[in-house]
């Protein structure tokens, strides 16, 4: 009796599994191939002001269409990792949890040095902020969040520009891509 009741379910889960396949590749779009995305290169390093564990790596900073400025950071805690905030030695910290604060919106932007003029974030016509960023979070170790916010692009003369993310130190000399 056990044997007929587990050989019905098993004959319905491969019907089932039969039917789930034939239906998805029916509704399948063709993928185009694509080549595999590079590593994201870290243009610059920051490290927390209440803590050296939490540090700030600047992804990108690109001109991208509508005459708009794209950067892009994460925010990582390297409590526990090898070289996280000693000094470049293999000494790691105890790995803990960081809380990343909130902050004042006016702490995030940029400034063109050619120009020595300060740019904020890009609003909607809601006046929401174009970004996302996550703040009033607590990080576990080796944990990490992807941030970005839409910015006026500076002059096309401008090809650096020094960056300010709420809590580190000032992203100096950042190269704009085009």
């Given at each position: 009796?056990?044997?007929?009741?587990?050989?019905?379910?098993?004959a319905?889960?491969?019907?089932?599994?039969?039917f789930?396949?034939?239906?998805?590749?029916?509704?399948t779009?063709?993928?185009i191939a694509?080549?595999?995305?590079a590593?994201a290169?870290?243009?610059a390093?920051?490290?927390?002001?209440q803590?050296?564990?939490?540090?700030?790596d600047?992804?990108?900073?690109?001109?991208?269409?509508g005459?708009?400025?794209?950067?892009?950071?994460?925010?990582?805690?390297?409590?526990?990792?090898?070289?996280?905030?000693?000094?470049?030695?293999?000494?790691?910290?105890?790995?803990?949890?960081i809380?990343?604060?909130d902050?004042?919106?006016?702490q995030?932007y940029?400034?063109d040095?050619?120009e020595?003029?300060?740019?904020?974030?890009?609003?909607?016509s809601?006046?929401?902020?174009?970004?996302?960023?996550?703040?009033?979070?607590?990080?576990a170790?080796?944990q990490q969040?992807?941030n970005w916010?839409?910015?006026?692009?500076?002059?096309?003369?401008?090809?650096?520009?020094s960056?300010?993310?709420?809590?580190?130190?000032?992203?100096e000399?950042?190269?704009?891509?085009?």
């Amino acid at each position: 009796m056990i044997r007929a009741r587990v050989s019905c379910v098993v004959a319905m889960l491969a019907g089932v599994a039969v039917f789930a396949t034939a239906a998805a590749a029916q509704n399948t779009p063709p993928q185009i191939a694509q080549a595999p995305a590079a590593a994201a290169a870290v243009l610059a390093t920051a490290q927390f002001s209440q803590d050296p564990d939490l540090r700030c790596d600047l992804l990108e900073v690109k001109r991208i269409s509508g005459g708009a400025l794209l950067i892009r950071w994460r925010i990582i805690n390297a409590a526990g990792q090898p070289n996280a905030s000693a000094g470049g030695f293999a000494n790691p910290t105890q790995a803990k949890t960081i809380r990343y604060p909130d902050f004042q919106w006016e702490q995030l932007y940029y400034i063109d040095p050619a120009e020595n003029k300060k740019y904020l974030p890009l609003t909607d016509s809601a006046n929401n902020r174009i970004l996302e960023m996550f703040w009033n979070i607590d990080l576990a170790p080796g944990q990490q969040r992807l941030n970005w916010a839409k910015f006026p692009a500076p002059p096309a003369g401008s090809t650096k520009i020094s960056i300010s993310i709420p809590n580190f130190s000032p992203f100096e000399d950042a190269p704009v891509a085009q």
